[in-house]
C-alpha cells in the first residue's frame, strides 16, 4: 500500500511539473522596456528619463509588447537594465498565468518609435 501512495505521489507530482512547462512558451517579441507605474503609456513614444526615474523610485522593469500592448513583468529584470525606455527585440519565455517573461537576449530596434 505504501508503494502505491508512493508512486502515485511520483505521477501527480511529474503531471504537475508537465502542466506548468505548458503554460510557458518560448517566443520571440517586439515591444518597450517600460515601468510598472507607466506600463504602456512609453509605449511608441520612448522616454528613457522617465522609465529610468520610476525604475530608481521603486517600480519594476516591465515589458510591453507592439503587437498588443499587453504588460508583462520581467522576472529577471537584470537582463534588460542597459535597455530602459528602449524599443527592443527579444527572446523571451512566456508565462501567461503569471503574465511574467524570462527575457534570454535582447536586441534594441533601431527605429525607436520613428515613424508610428
Not at 14 to 28: E, F, H, N, P, R
Not at 35 to 42: E, K, P, Q, V
Not at 68 to 94: C, E, F, L, M, R
Request: with cysteine; hydrophobic share 45%.
Amino acid at each position: 500500500m505504501k508503494r502505491l501512495f508512493v508512486l502515485l505521489l511520483a505521477v501527480l507530482a511529474l503531471t504537475s511539473i508537465a502542466a506548468m512547462a505548458a503554460d510557458q512558451q518560448s517566443a520571440k517579441m517586439n515591444g518597450w522596456i517600460s515601468d510598472s507605474m507607466c506600463g504602456a503609456r512609453h509605449a511608441g513614444t520612448p522616454n528613457v528619463a522617465c522609465v529610468k526615474k520610476c525604475i530608481e523610485s521603486g517600480s519594476k522593469p516591465v515589458f510591453v509588447d507592439d503587437e498588443k500592448k499587453q504588460v508583462w513583468a520581467i522576472d529577471n529584470p537584470d537582463s534588460i537594465t542597459a535597455h530602459y525606455g528602449h524599443h527592443v527585440a527579444v527572446s523571451a519565455v512566456q508565462n501567461p498565468a503569471s503574465k511574467s517573461v524570462h527575457i534570454s537576449s535582447v536586441t534594441m530596434l533601431a527605429d525607436q518609435g520613428a515613424g508610428k
